[in-house]
């Protein structure tokens, strides 16, 4: 093969990469893992009061979780949010819950959890994209709804009807004691989630993203350095 033309393969490989960037990068938030942004209260016996917006990072991967009094809406919540976290609780007892009274510093629901008709949810930062959500603490009695964002910003459309621990809906399976699952139809992906309590109590544990790589703008620079590169080395052969 020509030097002219290891030139252009060159150039145009380094370009594709570039343009398509990496390999989307994956993510698991678990919630009662991380340390969000504001920093929540000093932990009770089960958690601690956070903030209204509250803020998960993970690798690359970033989303805001909201507290509201009644069912999610788009933008900032309006009540304060309570954590659950490992170790002090396992994974399925552990995440987000809602706190009924803003004002006070420890939780006022003893189980530190989303309590009706309260909701909690969670949006996307940045390139950041949800593709399942894990619900903990769905215990025999305990009954809830799930929400999707499906366009930036946008409302939230509940998916199903009441949910049980069987976690009967679009999307959903049981993960385990006490633990449901929702994952997004397959090769799609959702800018929010959110969950809100009917009976009893129960929690956003877990939301796993996808981060797709924004295109660096050098890569049309070095496709153009390929191409000249190339055309340079002809006209000299032909000279």
Known sequence: MSRGKWVLMLGVFAATVLAGGANPATANIIFGDLT???GCGPNG??????GINETFTFGGDTVIAHG????????????????????????????????A???????????????PLESVSATRVGSTLI??????????????TFF?????????????????????????????TDLCRWDAPAGQT????AVQAVTGNVLLTEVSTLAVAVPAPA?????????????????????
């Open 36 to 38: 969000p942004t504001p």
């Open 45 to 50: 016996a089960v958690g601690a009061v956070c």
């Open 68 to 99: 509201f009094t009644g069912a999610p809406a788009p933008g900032a919540g309006n009540v304060n949010l309570t954590l659950k976290p490992i170790p002090l609780n396992l994974f399925g007892e552990s995440g987000l819950g809602v706190q």
């Open 101 to 115: 009274n803003n004002t006070a510093t420890t939780c006022t629901d003893p189980e530190c959890e989303i309590v």
């Open 131 to 144: 593709t399942d959500a894990f619900i903990g603490s769905v215990q025999a009695g305990d009954t809830f």
């Open 148 to 176: 999707v964002q499906t366009t930036e910003g946008g409302a939230f459309t509940q998916l199903g009807g009441i949910i049980t621990n069987t976690c009967a809906f679009p999307g959903g399976s049981v993960a385990g």
């Open 190 to 193: 959702r800018f929010g989630v």
């Open 219 to 239: 890569s049309l620079l070095l496709l153009g350095t390929g191409v000249l590169g190339f055309r340079l080395l002809q006209r000299r052969r032909k000279l």
